[in-house]
């Protein structure tokens, strides 16, 4: 299937999903049940900037969150460049990821991509998932060009978005790891550890009595209300949220004694398997092409993190371009990415639940997928 094709099949299921949603339900603020309610738009932006004004890096309290301790400068820098308010805050988003597509000078069609279940989802929440994506994709166009530092300024765009949530830093794997890379990475890490905990000292903040413990705090309250809680059912593709689903229904027939237990228990083995996933990849990645393993880690960042809303599906929508970049996609694939971006978390549909869980299936296919295809190359090669 060309990419003209794709995006124009993509987009018209999708208004068709909405027109339905609204025929049903009759509400066209959230398109039919599929974005939130117009009192609660643009929370998670406002949220966090609130929350972080209150600072010791007391942003955390009271208020659950899996931010790591340098966001707190990127707000910081925010506010100095006057960028406090959403309008400012997505229209620079938007201009950057329009800027991207014109650096790897895609075709006129992909634009139509702004317009995509992901991208509004996202603007609905203004959810910060957003620079992460931006600064994943921009550090991989770079490292895909002729300039003479990429591989350093790849290092730093990874390490920043993954000192704002840890997972992005799997985006390393791409690089050979030999000892050059490896003294680059640690020199780039320094840089991304000493230089705000300097600042934390100018600024007469203990890092380690009020990050620390608040830190610990605030990802407890997530851990329990997204990981371990229902908070997210419905509105996670993670594989672990379908696992939960799953516990959540046989609770309901075996009523477990201790269910929080379990559930904990269960997300320290999913960690486990995750992190011997990774592994497998870290393995395999050099029976594959830069962009497959591009492609498969971000297959593998949608799937892994406990929890995750539709907008980490931005990071699917901004690689779209890279899959008909090396080869044109076939029609299984094609469809299997239409049923991933289509919208389907929906408030307001009794089955939500189930559709997040198979979306999560559906990745794992594409990640077993690609990781056959290395496989077979390695038993042609013997």
């Known amino acids: 299937m060309n990419s003209k094709k794709f995006i124009y099949t993509y987009l ?3 208004i068709l999903i909405y027109l339905i949603g609204i025929l049903v339900t009759g509400d066209i603020d959230t398109l039919g049940g599929f974005l939130f309610y117009k009192w609660d738009r643009f929370r998670d932006f406002y949220g966090v900037i609130e929350h972080y004004d209150k600072f010791t890096y007391a942003g955390y309290q009271n208020y659950p969150m899996n931010y790591l301790p340098n966001t707190f400068w990127l707000i910081k820098s925010l506010k100095l460049l006057g960028i406090t ?5 997505a229209t620079i988003s938007i201009c950057a990821s329009i800027l991207l597509f014109r650096y790897i000078k895609c075709k006129k069609e992909f634009f139509l991509l702004f317009f995509s279940f992901p991208f509004i989802f996202w603007f609905d929440r203004g959810n910060f ?9 921009w550090a991989y166009a770079i490292l ?20 704002i949530k840890i997972f992005p830093i799997i985006f390393l ?3 050979p790891l030999d000892w050059i890379r490896i003294r680059k990475i640690i020199f780039t890490t320094l840089i991304i550890v000493v230089l705000p905990f300097s600042l934390y000292f100018l600024t007469n903040v203990n890092p380690l009595e009020s990050e620390i413990s608040l830190l610990q705090e605030a990802f407890k309250d997530f851990s329990d209300k997204y990981y371990i809680g229902s908070a997210s059912l419905g509105w996670s593709h993670s594989f672990f949220n379908g696992f939960k689903t799953l516990i959540l229904l046989l609770d309901k027939i075996f009523i477990f004694q201790n269910l929080n237990s379990l559930l904990s228990l269960s997300l320290k083995i999913y960690y486990i398997l995750g992190a011997l996933l990774g592994l497998l990849i870290l393995i395999q990645k050099n029976k594959l092409s830069q962009t497959n393993l591009f492609l498969l ?4 960042y949608l799937l892994i993190p406990p929890s995750g809303g539709e907008y980490t599906l931005l990071f699917l929508i901004l690689s779209i371009p890279y899959y008909f970049d090396s080869y044109e996609i076939g029609k299984l694939e094609a469809v299997l990415l239409i049923l991933i971006l289509i919208p389907a978390s929906n408030s307001l549909n009794p089955y939500t639940e189930v559709i997040a869980v198979f979306k999560s299936v559906l990745i794992s296919y594409l990640i077993l997928k690609q990781l056959r295809g290395s496989f077979s190359k390695q038993l042609e090669a013997v």
């Open 297 to 300: 880690l971000i297959y593998y």
């Open 129 to 137: 998932e957003i620079l992460i994506a931006l600064l994943v994709m």
């Open 173 to 175: 794997i791409i690089l």
């Open 85 to 89: 308010s959403y309008s400012t805050f």
């Open 144 to 163: 895909k060009s002729d300039l003479r530092y990429k591989e350093y300024i790849f290092i730093l765009l990874i390490l920043i978005a993954g000192s």
């Open 12 to 14: 018209s299921t999708s």
